[in-house]
């Protein structure tokens, strides 16, 4: 469903992608895995248009994204939800959420019914707060909001930066079930995490990212196992 390859990303005169291939099948749950400042955020980025590709090529179930502007990427059915929440602090719940569908161009109001009701019926705590504001929630819900925000949109492939970020564990556990949940539903997923057993425990196959690089398999065993 998406091909990365051979993809390079340059920050000004810094080199932080150094030529990334990999793909995700349809229904997949894949895993960019790695410390701080490996380009685990940056290869989602580049995925949904929002970090310059200087080399390589993105191909989307066949079409070559590469470049295509952010928009145009959700429109297709890419979402990304970023590590920071990145909500409308003074707005409610529902304005937060209703964000995810503002401008995107195959979404038909009929269908908002249906598709906030999917999004409370994975996060039910939120359609109790619906009217409150988002800075008034904790850092899980807030989290469930952005994601909610993301799956209004209707994607096909969603990318998760850290969801686990700042969350308690048993709040990541949640989240967890939830991405599951998602992926039974048929949701392909992209997740960058640092949390190897949150990483492990949902994905199908893991890349492991060091200093813009992906490792080799072999590497990934030794360093996985210790
Ligand atoms: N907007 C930016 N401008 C300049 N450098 C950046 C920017 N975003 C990320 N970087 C740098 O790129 C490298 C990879 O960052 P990132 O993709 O965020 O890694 P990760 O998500 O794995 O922690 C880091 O060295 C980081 O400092
Ligand atoms: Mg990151």
């Keep these: 469903m998406l091909r990365i390859e051979d993809l390079k990303v340059n920050y000004g005169p810094l080199r932080v992608l150094q030529g990334i291939s990999l793909g995700v099948t349809e229904r997949e749950i894949v895993a960019l895995i790695g410390g701080n400042a490996a380009g685990k955020t940056t290869t989602l980025r580049a995925v949904a248009g929002l970090a310059p590709t200087l080399m390589g090529k993105i191909v989307y179930k066949g079409l070559d994204i590469t470049a295509l502007a952010p928009h145009e990427r959700v429109n297709l059915g890419i979402a990304f939800c970023g590590a920071e929440r990145q909500l409308f602090p003074e707005m409610t719940v529902l304005e937060n959420l209703e964000m995810g569908v503002y401008n995107v161009r195959h979404y ?26 988002a800075s008034s929630l904790s850092g899980g819900e807030q989290k469930m909001v952005a994601i909610g925000r993301a799956l209004l949109s209707q994607p096909k492939l969603l990318m998760l930066d850290e969801p686990s970020l700042g969350l308690s564990p ?22 960058a995490e640092q949390n190897l057993s949150l990483a492990m425990g949902l994905s199908d196959r893991v890349y492991l990212l060091e200093r813009g690089k992906i490792l080799e398999q072999e590497i990934l065993e030794e360093e996985v196992l210790w």
């Design 108 to 133: 038909v109001r009929q269908f908002w019914d249906k598709s906030i009701e999917s999004v409370y019926e994975l996060f039910p705590v939120l359609k109790t707060k619906t009217h409150q504001r």
């Design 170 to 191: 048993q709040m990541v556990d949640e989240l967890g079930q939830a991405i599951a949940t998602l992926n039974k539903d048929g949701l392909t997923i992209l997740i």
